[in-house]
């Protein structure tokens, strides 16, 4: 978490579930996906998926059901904004080459977009 300047992470299951398979599907933005990205996860036995960024919908309620009912399923998210600082931090150098003029480009990091409340804090 450090590395990324997170102050957490949300997860969706249970923080025991064993995890064999990953995927990192880039958004999950509900509607028909949804039913397209359940079936891959079962189909392809996926125990827990990592988006880019997540509406929390379909796909998230059917993961905490399954977790419920004992199944190794869970998803991770950090925040769509957070995970892209690693991109916006190398194109500054990247920005200036690429269209060909010497741009003063400079990154401002915007930190973890949430604040993580513990049970005795909140």
Same mark, same amino acid.
């Given at each position: 978490?450090?590395? @990324?300047?997170?102050?957490?992470?949300?997860?969706?299951?249970?923080?025991?579930?064993?995890?064999?398979?990953?995927? +990192?599907?880039?958004?999950?933005?509900?509607?028909?996906?949804?039913?397209?990205?359940?079936?891959?996860?079962?189909? %392809?036995?996926?125990? @827990?998926?990592?988006?880019? %960024?997540?509406?929390?919908?379909?796909?998230?309620?059917?993961?905490?059901?399954?977790?419920?009912?004992?199944?190794?399923?869970?998803?991770?998210?950090?925040?769509? +904004?957070? @995970?892209?600082?690693?991109? #916006?931090?190398?194109?500054?150098?990247?920005?200036?080459?690429?269209?060909?003029?010497?741009?003063?480009?400079?990154?401002?990091? %915007?930190?973890? #977009?949430?604040?993580?409340?513990?049970?005795?804090?909140?």
């Amino acid at each position: 978490m450090s590395a @990324l300047h997170l102050g957490g992470a949300k997860l969706v299951g249970r923080p025991n579930t064993k995890i064999e398979q990953v995927y +990192f599907p880039l958004h999950i933005l509900s509607g028909d996906k949804d039913s397209q990205l359940i079936s891959k996860i079962n189909r %392809e036995n996926i125990q @827990l998926i990592i988006p880019l %960024e997540v509406i929390d919908y379909t796909t998230t309620e059917y993961l905490a059901d399954c977790s419920e009912m004992g199944m190794s399923k869970a998803m991770l998210t950090f925040g769509h +904004f957070n @995970l892209e600082e690693v991109g #916006m931090k190398y194109l500054v150098s990247y920005l200036p080459k690429a269209v060909g003029v010497d741009l003063p480009v400079t990154f401002i990091r %915007e930190g973890d #977009m949430y604040h993580y409340l513990s049970p005795k804090e909140a």
